[in-house]
């Protein structure tokens, strides 16, 4: 596979006038090869294929979907070292990173394509006919669930990989049945091509229409928005900033057909250092913390942002190790200069809030770099100016100290939604954590204990989501098997004659699905 | 129990200077008492209870919330006969509908409490750590779902039993661990009242916070926007007209923190006459499709009001017949005098549009009542101007030939989203309908065959929604045990400690759920 600059309509790679090029964060410079960017006509073109691909596509077997997703996870492996060195080119990101992140992303499809396989999705459920029910018989009743329409998916600057082209939004949309128009990120526009054609080679390979995956890079906002307005568009996945997620809800709430978005957005993820483990071990918890803050030169959206715990000397000595940790810390070059310019200024405008103090800086950084710094308050600053706690994209914290339990748990109540939740704590500590994991529940999608937010498990009990404005939609997980259930939506048969249901329904269960029946799981269904 | 015409606010009974009357919709005469109209100190009150409940509540055990909502079947069973007796003199509708409709929303109740006690609706998840996986190590992972928070429900005019107060979205809500803040419909504030009533006193039995419940009854759409725009509301399940509905989008959709509005708006039900069972019986199929029509005086959001046939002396032999039983017809009064009065004029306005003319009219009413009608077209005019198809709310109905098969797809194709769409064939059609299923399967969210839309079973299999504009979230259904995920979110717990995990996720699995263990489900606990 070469990266030609193209825009990938269905079958046909589409060149525009519009030209763009990917940076190299680290020295600013160009990267060639030019790159057309998508306009109105390339959205038109990608919708009127996702549409009429639809029908097809979302009535394929288990079975073909499946074997598509594999096709794709098998397409990008055997891109081999060609696009994990675009990805460094385009994004800074090193090496060993890209390539776990690229063996997750093949993981990830292959989870998709076990779960297609399952059938557990479909959720076949059947109320058989009771004629002689009194007053009124009942009639026969038979729900599957069903893809929801064209999908449109916006890549992630900050996993070039797995949150892109074939990230996890594109594996749940393909999955359900839904054809997708990816708008790829403009900051790695060849790796996303390079993506986007195995995504399109697996797409021939199976036999499916090809309509069922276009890729529209560009570096407009107006590209996103008319994709989003575009009436053949049902649903739409995007990882990003706050006001780009805000930008795609509002396009999608003022719609005549108003759409699903499902926005991950931003978090802080707090993390409360209790008591018991602060005694106990708090240089091991500045060197987690410090890892954990500068791992991908903080461009994480689990980053931890925010440490809380109670004034005192073993705040301090957890602050004191964080912060020589920090000054030893190496500066990353971050994802674009954009981002590394944003965050310099968001460390600085917090830097000078009254009550707020730079506890560390890392060593200077290169052009493309930025240092980690880690800023300290009192919780009363916090409460009296909630911005404080505004997510800093990349390599800094605030740490907060707080007079006492009831202020910490005044501080965790002020917060907006966030992905995570975490709490460090000895075994002294648990009626502490006891009385705070119920507030912390009703704040994230995911609490942890004794951990770091960041790292994701792709796994069926995961939740990469959370209240507004974390995301969009917290009823909703970007990661994991759960994801699928963006996708679809319930359809019911009554009374239809055999020949006509669709197969999960049949009576002979062609697929063999564990099926609900009578509100009762059939969970051995005879092969 | 007795009507006061109060606002209840929890455990309180407040009144206000803002008094309003129902009205006899058969006479137009106003009804003893005057009501207490809730204006913005109550909706906060309400607001503030519901926050301060939800903590709580969200985290009683299933058999807690199943009692809780027996106990409010219970209650209104108790009622008796000056509930439907307050509901005929509010609603016009006849005594034998309303003890159906009383049955079953206490059937509803009660199969939400089934629910709530199996546990199901947790969908508890355990990914258990695998400590020596490698590259890195898999943290043990736990997931839930639990309630969103404080619930605004809409009761609707057309069903106040089972689509107001303690209806479908309550029942839901309440099962879910929301608190619920109901917005009472102005046209049955008795009946409303004496539910709210059973409710609260089943909320107080329980020993349950009493912000829990509460009940806001009054005329004004202020109100509702106001309900919907409180912070402490994080979602709103509204039944009624599509501009109501897409009023409260808008306001949800407006706040600082979006919530999820599931509003069932409007819906005209195609119904498909295929050739061979219009050849084959005609009058049968007249017959059932008036008795359906007229229903209820028509005012169901399932109302079959766009019939498709292919032009032809079969489907003339079916008009025929079909306007001999409108002419026959005896006329409801229908629910309020604004009702009414809209739908004459939506009679008249289609009535007046070029290609369009009045098969038959019912005998005339009374002063409350409005004649049955059929219309009739050909299907280039609706092609022409969708607007044909729109929802006339009442027993009126559009028949429309299509000139072959090819005509009826389009047709088909041009609706927006609906919640019905019916077949009504023989063996010999059924080619003809296995072309149709698919197509209709996008459009709406419950297909039948040889039956008729009105009626719609409370079942684990139903789907009660439907694409945009049949409902707001085609994700979603308002009737059954579906409707509960409406209320929920999921959540993850990634390493606690066992003393702090949620009763589902312990290991001991204290509450016995069927639970899904490494992707595989267990679904017989030990007791």
Same mark, same amino acid.
Request: hydrophobic share 35%; glycine share 10%.
């Given at each position: 596979m070469t990266i030609r600059g193209s825009v990938l309509i269905g079958a046909a790679d589409v060149t525009t006038a519009a030209l763009f090029r990917a940076v190299d &964060?680290?020295?600013?410079a160009p990267l060639e090869p030019a790159f057309s960017a998508a306009g109105p006509r390339e959205v038109e073109a990608a919708c009127a294929l996702a549409e009429a691909a639809f029908p097809h596509f979302a009535e394929t077997t288990p079975e073909t979907r499946a074997r598509c997703l594999e096709a794709v996870a098998d397409g990008i492996a055997d891109l081999g070292a060609p696009l994990v060195e675009r990805a460094m080119a385009e994004t800074g990101l090193p090496r060993a990173r890209l390539e776990g992140e690229r063996a997750r992303t093949v993981g990830q499809l292959r989870l998709f394509a076990d779960l297609v396989r399952s059938g557990?999705?479909?959720? $076949?459920?059947i109320d058989p006919? /009771?004629?002689? *029910? /009194?007053p009124l018989p009942r009639p026969d009743l038979r729900r599957r669930h069903v893809a929801i329409g064209p999908v449109a998916v916006f890549g992630a600057s %900050? +996993?070039?990989?797995a949150f892109s082209v074939a990230g996890g939004d594109t594996a749940a949309a393909l999955a359900a049945g839904c054809p997708v128009v990816v708008k790829g990120h403009p900051a790695h526009p060849g790796t996303g091509e390079l993506v986007a054609r195995a995504v399109r080679a697996a797409v021939a390979t199976g036999g499916?229409? @090809?309509?069922t995956f276009s890729y529209l890079p560009g570096p407009s906002t107006d590209l996103g928005s008319a994709l989003v307005a =575009?009436? *053949?568009?049902?649903g739409v996945g995007f990882t990003g900033s706050r006001a780009g997620g805000l930008a795609l809800m509002r396009v999608a709430a003022g719609r005549p057909e108003p759409i699903p978005v499902y926005a991950e957005m931003s978090a802080v993820n707090p993390v409360v250092l209790l008591p018991g483990a602060l005694r106990a071990r708090s240089a091991s918890l500045a060197a987690g913390f410090v890892q954990s803050l500068t791992l991908?030169?903080? /461009? +994480?959206?689990? %980053? &931890?942002g925010l440490l809380i715990g109670i004034a005192g000397s073993d705040l301090d000595a957890f602050a004191e190790a964080a912060a020589a940790a920090i000054r030893e810390s190496v500066p990353h070059t971050m994802l674009t200069p954009d981002i590394r310019d944003r965050f310099a200024h968001a460390v600085a405008a917090l830097a000078a809030r009254p009550g707020v103090t730079v506890a560390a800086r890392g060593a200077a950084a290169g052009p493309g770099g930025s240092p980690a710094c880690l800023l300290r308050t009192e919780a009363r600053h916090v409460l009296a100016? &909630?911005?404080?706690? =505004? @997510?800093? +994209?990349?390599?800094a914290a605030l740490l907060v100290a707080a007079a006492d339990m009831a202020e910490v748990t005044r501080l965790l109540e002020s917060l907006g939604g966030q992905l995570t939740a975490t709490l460090h704590l000895d075994r002294a500590d648990e009626h502490l954590a006891a009385g705070l994991v119920p507030l912390l529940a009703r704040k994230a999608g995911r609490i942890l204990a004794?951990?770091? &937010?960041t790292g994701v498990e792709v796994a069926p009990?995961?939740?990469?989501g959370g209240p507004f404005p974390a995301t !969009?939609?917290? *009823? !909703? !997980? !970007?990661?994991?098997?759960? $994801?699928? @259930? *963006? +996708?679809l939506r319930p359809v019911c048969y009554q009374d239809l004659p055999d020949a006509l249901l669709p197969p999960p329904l049949r009576p002979d269960n062609p697929w063999h699905l564990a099926r609900r029946i009578d509100g009762v799981l059939d969970p051995q269904p005879g092969r």
């Open positions: &964060p680290a020295t600013g557990a999705w479909i959720r $076949a459920t006919a /009771q004629h002689k *029910r /009194q %900050n +996993f070039p990989l499916l229409p @090809e309509g =575009d009436p *053949r568009i049902k991908g030169a903080g /461009q +994480f959206c689990t %980053n &931890p100016d &909630p911005a404080l706690a =505004d @997510e800093m +994209f990349g390599p004794n951990g770091w &937010p009990a995961m939740v990469h !969009s939609d917290g *009823r !909703s !997980s !970007s990661v994991g098997t759960l $994801a699928i @259930e *963006r +996708f």
